[in-house]
């Protein structure tokens, strides 16, 4: 399996986190998985709902912390989007038992870090870092493509991402 940092974005607040899932919108297809981790309050969910306006979803992403996963229909017909949140999951074997079509859905996992594996070749880790002393609301975003999906556009993923100097 083959590993490449796609970006390493610099995010100076809330509104940038969610013109970031935006774009990253623009990305996905079917089949794709993300992971997403940071501590609380990182602006995992705010990325989210970035990404679920950019796919058009029906309705409002919010964070699926106590019902576990929400599918959100889109405007276009297009591959649902599934939002779940792995923070009260004691196992993979329970994230199995969602039963979730992964390679007919785009899958957002918060706190998903070892809860995927075998899920699919190919996913995104973005990992989202804030500043811990409380003095800003700057975090530090950063996207590693893992498997062939992501190996053979990773310059194309980066350039959409950065090409007018965003995040940056």
Same mark, same amino acid.
């Given at each position: 399996?083959?590993?490449?940092?796609?970006?390493?974005?610099?995010?100076?607040?809330?509104?940038?986190?969610?013109?970031? =899932?935006?774009?990253?919108?623009? +990305?996905?297809?079917?089949?794709?998985?993300?992971?997403?981790?940071? %501590?609380?309050?990182?602006?995992?969910?705010?990325?989210?709902?970035?990404?679920?306006?950019?796919?058009?979803?029906? =309705?409002?992403?919010?964070?699926?912390?106590?019902?576990?996963?929400?599918?959100?229909?889109?405007? *276009?017909?297009?591959?649902? +989007?599934?939002?779940?949140?792995?923070?009260? +999951?004691?196992?993979?074997?329970?994230?199995? *038992?969602?039963? @979730?079509?992964?390679?007919?859905?785009?899958?957002?996992?918060?706190?998903?870090?070892?809860?995927? *594996?075998?899920?699919?070749?190919?996913?995104?880790?973005?990992? @989202?870092?804030? *500043?811990?002393?409380?003095? #800003?609301?700057?975090?530090?975003?950063?996207?590693?493509?893992?498997? %062939?999906?992501?190996?053979?556009?990773?310059?194309?993923?980066?350039?959409?991402? #950065?090409?007018?100097?965003?995040?940056?």
């Amino acid at each position: 399996m083959t590993s490449q940092q796609l970006s390493t974005l610099t995010i100076a607040d809330a509104e940038i986190m969610h013109q970031l =899932g935006l774009r990253l919108a623009g +990305l996905l297809r079917a089949g794709d998985l993300l992971i997403l981790t940071g %501590p609380l309050g990182a602006g995992k969910t705010t990325l989210s709902r970035g990404i679920g306006e950019g796919l058009g979803v029906v =309705g409002t992403v919010s964070s699926p912390t106590f019902v576990i996963a929400r599918t959100h229909k889109r405007t *276009d017909g297009g591959p649902e +989007l599934v939002h779940v949140d792995a923070y009260r +999951l004691a196992s993979p074997q329970e994230l199995d *038992d969602l039963d @979730i079509d992964f390679a007919k859905s785009i899958s957002l996992i918060e706190w998903g870090k070892g809860f995927t *594996d075998g899920i699919s070749d190919s996913w995104l880790d973005i990992s @989202i870092d804030r *500043d811990r002393t409380g003095a #800003t609301e700057v975090r530090m975003v950063s996207i590693t493509g893992h498997g %062939p999906r992501w190996d053979s556009s990773w310059e194309f993923f980066r350039s959409q991402l #950065t090409s007018d100097g965003f995040g940056q």
